[in-house]
C-alpha cells in the first residue's frame, strides 16, 4: 500500500482518536525511520519514549525471535522463566521487591493504586479505612477511570464523569502544599520523578526526599510514576535514583517493553505482600497477558543490553551535550526561553505571546521537523520534547540537532 492507501483505509475503519500526521512509516533502524514513500528521518523521540533502544535493536529482535519459537504465553497460573528474569532485572537495578506485569503505564498506575487502596484498608486512619491519593499538578499517570483522575490536567478527565473518588491534586514542586494537603484519609503520594507530559520539569533537589520523609511520618506510600523517566531515560536505570531516597512502589510502561507494551508495578515486600494469593486467600488483582513470554523476553534483554553496552553513561553524555547544544541556541533563538531535563529527555520551551506561541505554536515546529525528516514532540501548547533512543550516536544527534537548529533559527 502507499502512503495515501493505508490513511484512506485507515480513516475509514480505525477510530479517530489520534490526530496523526499524514505520514506513514514503513522500516525502522536505530534512531533512523522510512517512510512509505522512502523518505528518510531521525527519530528525535522514539514513540513517547516506548522504543528506548531505538528501533528494530538487534538483541531485542533475537530475543523476541528466540521466545517465538520457544513459548508465547501459558497463563499466570503457570510458572515461565522469562518473567522471572525481568522481575529479576527490575529488582536487581531498582529497590528489590516484587513486579507484578501488565502492558500500559496506566495499567501500571491502576495496579498501584488499587495496591495503595488496600494499603489503606490495612492501615486506617482515625474515621476508617485511607483511600485518597495526593498528586500533582499537570502530571499524567494515564487514561483509565482512575489514573486520568490521578492526573493533574482536568482536560483529560473532562466529558468522563461521574468518576471516582480519591484523588486531589497540589502544585508540582512544592512539598509544603503536599504536607498541607494531607489528611486523615491520604494513602499515597504520586509522582513523576520528573514531570514528562507536564513538560520535562525537572524538581528541586529536597522535593523528592522531602516527599519520602512526609510518607514515612504520616505512614503514606510513595508511589513513583517511572513511566516516562524509567529504564536509562534520564541516565540513571530510574529516575528516583537521581536523588537520595527510595520509594515503595514504582510503574514502569513504555521503555520496559522496547516497543513492545509492557507496564510493570513493583512494589517493596511489606506492600507487595497485600497482593499475595496465598495470604489474602485468594486474587486481588490479575491480568490474562501481564507477563507473556514475549514481552517478557524483549523486557529481559532491554536491561542487558543498557547494561552490557554501558548506555547510562552513553545517555548522560549524549544528554550533556544536547543540552549543551540547545542551551547555545537559547542564546541565538529569541523565542527559546529554556532548555531542560535530565540524560536523554530534554524539553525546550518557547515564550507564549498573547495567546500564540512564538512561532505560532510548537505544533508548527513539530510540523516543521516532520517537513525536514525529524521526529520531535510539542507538549502544553508552548514545549519542544526530545527524547532519541538511548543509542543514538553524536553524529546521528548533531544530523538532528543541525535541522532542528535550521528550523528555529528560519
Ligand atoms: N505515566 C506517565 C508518566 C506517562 O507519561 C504516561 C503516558 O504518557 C502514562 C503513565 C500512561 O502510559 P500509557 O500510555 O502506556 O498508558
Redesign the pocket.
Known amino acids: 500500500m502507499n502512503t495515501q492507501q493505508v490513511i484512506t483505509r485507515h480513516d475509514t475503519t480505525m477510530s479517530l482518536n489520534y490526530p496523526r500526521f499524514p505520514v506513514t512509516m514503513a522500516q525502522g533502524e536505530g534512531a533512523r525511520l522510512t517512510d512509505t514513500d522512502g523518505k528518510p528521518y531521525i527519530d528525535l523521540f522514539s514513540g ?1 519514549g516506548a522504543t528506548v533502544l531505538g528501533h528494530c535493536h538487534p538483541d531485542l529482535v533475537a530475543a523476541v525471535k528466540r521466545q517465538a519459537e520457544r513459548l508465547w504465553h501459558v497463563g499466570n497460573l503457570l510458572h515461565t522463566e522469562p518473567q522471572t528474569h525481568a522481575a529479576e532485572a527490575i529488582a536487581r537495578h531498582g529497590f528489590g521487591g516484587r513486579s507484578f506485569f501488565s502492558h ?4 501500571a ?1 491502576e495496579a498501584a493504586i488499587k495496591l495503595a487502596r488496600l494499603y489503606g484498608r490495612e492501615h486506617p486512619g482515625s474515621k476508617g479505612p485511607r483511600f485518597s491519593i495526593l498528586s500533582m499538578h499537570r502530571s ?4 483509565s477511570f482512575a ?1 486520568m483522575q490521578a492526573t493533574g490536567d482536568d482536560k483529560v478527565s473532562a466529558g468522563f464523569e461521574p468518576l471516582p473518588e480519591g484523588f486531589r491534586h497540589v502544585p508540582f514542586n512544592d512539598s509544603s502544599a503536599v504536607a498541607e494537603a494531607i489528611d486523615d484519609t491520604t494513602v499515597a503520594i504520586m509522582v ?1 520523578p520528573i514531570q ?2 507536564g513538560g520535562v520539569h525537572v524538581p528541586d533537589d529536597d522535593y523528592l526526599p522531602k516527599l519520602r520523609t512526609l510518607c514515612d511520618q504520616h505512614d503514606l506510600l510513595l508511589i513513583c ?1 517511572e ?2 523517566t524509567g529504564c536509562g531515560r534520564t541516565g540513571r536505570w530510574f529516575g528516583y535514583q537521581h536523588w537520595d531516597f527510595q520509594p515503595d512502589i514504582m510503574t514502569l ?2 521503555g520496559v517493553g522496547g516497543g513492545l507494551a509492557v ?1 510493570v508495578m513493583c512494589a517493596v515486600d511489606r506492600v507487595a505482600e497485600l497482593y499475595d494469593a496465598r495470604k489474602q486467600g485468594g486474587v486481588r488483582h490479575a491480568t490474562t497477558l501481564g507477563g507473556n513470554c514475549l514481552a517478557m523476553a524483549v523486557t529481559t534483554a532491554v536491561f542487558e543490553v543498557i547494561e552490557r553496552d554501558a548506555l547510562l553513561s552513553h545517555t548522560k553524555a549524549m544528554g550533556r551535550h544536547a543540552m549543551t547544544r540547545l542551551s547555545r541556541l537559547a542564546e541565538r533563538c529569541p523565542g527559546l526561553l529554556a532548555v531542560r531535563g535530565r540524560g536523554l529527555f530534554l524539553g525546550a520551551q518557547f515564550e507564549i505571546k498573547g495567546d500564540v506561541t512564538w512561532f505560532n505554536n510548537t505544533a508548527e515546529v513539530v510540523q516543521r521537523s516532520l517537513d525536514a525528516g525529524i521526529l520531535v514532540n510539542a507538549v502544553q501548547g508552548n514545549m519542544l520534547r526530545l527524547a532519541p533512543p538511548l543509542t543514538i550516536d553524536q553524529s546521528t544527534l548533531d544530523e538532528g540537532l543541525d535541522r532542528l537548529e535550521s528550523i528555529l533559527l528560519g
Request: charge should be negative.
Open positions: 513517547f500500559s503505564g496506566a495499567d498506575n499524567f499517570h494515564g487514561r489514573t513523576e514528562g507530559e510514576d513511566v516516562w510502561g513504555k507496564g
